[in-house]
């Protein structure tokens, strides 16, 4: 007599390709994420070697023109005069004059507003003061710009009469104040992925407070730390209405904060919207330019990939 629990063989057939079928979808579905995964990143990697062959492309005729060295040693840069002059040196200094101001600005403010919100501010109070920090990221860069040229450099005369109305200090100081949130943000996450264990590993030998944030914490955060700081520059780097209008469009070779100088991306930006014709030596000196430009930032990730890579060595 058979036992009426047991399962016919065609009722175990249906289980098993049920649960074969079941197995294939899944697979299927692990195999379309990982396609749709692996499109977005040839997408960023053919878009990145887009930007440099356009880049490439239309510099290349520019250099026939105008020989590399004297293009990268040159310390005038007139390119409507006649005749004309291509050394883009005064529009380096502007760029890095800008880019290390802000960094001088920005780099200390935003590490110890991280340290502080991390690991000294009350719930409550870093409740209330990252989102109005962060709220700095949300203006348009065109009001720091006109901040700059309307309300930090009336302040600056105070403290350097002589200083013109458009000047890199107040373009260094207003992207200092852009790039602070992108600082602190940064930091502080890298700040609070510390582990608990080695705070409360160093208070248990006896240290303070301070003696843990700052010998304990912030070194094992370094790698994050330094990535911040490299991000953020390469943004100061890359800024163009903000310093366009607080920095003025003078190019010229100079470290004197009180003068007027114009960098890369407003260069850019001035060309493009009209001051040179088409086709014209002036008007492929910007893709001349846009290849500096990219070689600066490309280099900057480098170095954080190399220091982060060395950091994390260190203190994982």
């Known amino acids: 007599m058979s036992d009426p629990t047991a399962e016919s063989p065609g009722a175990s057939n249906k289980v098993a390709v049920r649960r074969m079928s079941i197995r294939d979808l899944r697979r299927i579905q692990q195999s379309g994420v990982r396609g749709i995964t692996l499109l977005c990143a040839l997408i960023s990697v053919v878009t990145t070697l887009g930007i440099i062959y356009e880049l490439a492309s239309q510099a290349f005729p520019f250099f026939r023109e105008v020989p590399l060295f004297r293009f990268l040693s040159g310390t005038e840069w007139r390119p409507t005069s006649d005749p004309p002059s291509f050394g883009v040196l005064p529009l380096i200094s502007g760029t890095l004059l800008i880019t290390v101001g802000a960094g001088l600005i920005a780099i200390p ?156 991306t407003a260069y850019i930006v001035q060309v493009a919207s009209g001051d040179a014709a088409a086709g014209t030596t002036a008007y492929k000196s910007i893709f001349a330019v846009g290849v500096t430009l990219f070689a600066f930032t490309f280099g900057m990730n480098m170095i954080a990939i190399r220091l982060v890579k060395r950091f994390r060595q260190v203190y994982s």
């Open 109 to 264: 403010l935003g590490l110890l507003n991280a340290i502080f919100l991390a690991e000294y501010a009350p719930k409550r109070l870093r409740k209330v003061l990252k989102p109005s920090l962060e709220l700095l990221a949300g203006i348009p860069t065109v009001v720091y710009g006109y901040l700059g040229l309307f309300f930090v450099t009336p302040l600056l005369k105070h403290l350097m009469p002589d200083i013109q109305a458009s000047n890199a200090a107040a373009g260094a100081i207003v992207v200092g104040i852009m790039i602070l949130p992108l600082v602190s943000s940064l930091c502080e996450d890298a700040i609070r992925a510390v582990p608990r264990a080695m705070r409360e590993g160093a208070y248990g030998l006896g240290a303070t407070k301070a003696e843990v944030t700052v010998h304990v914490v912030v070194p094992a955060a370094l790698s994050g730390i330094m990535a911040s700081f490299i991000l953020a520059l390469s943004r100061a780097l890359g800024e163009t209405m903000a310093v366009a209008l607080a920095a003025g469009s003078n190019p010229i070779l100079t470290l004197n904060p009180a003068k007027s100088i114009q960098t890369m």
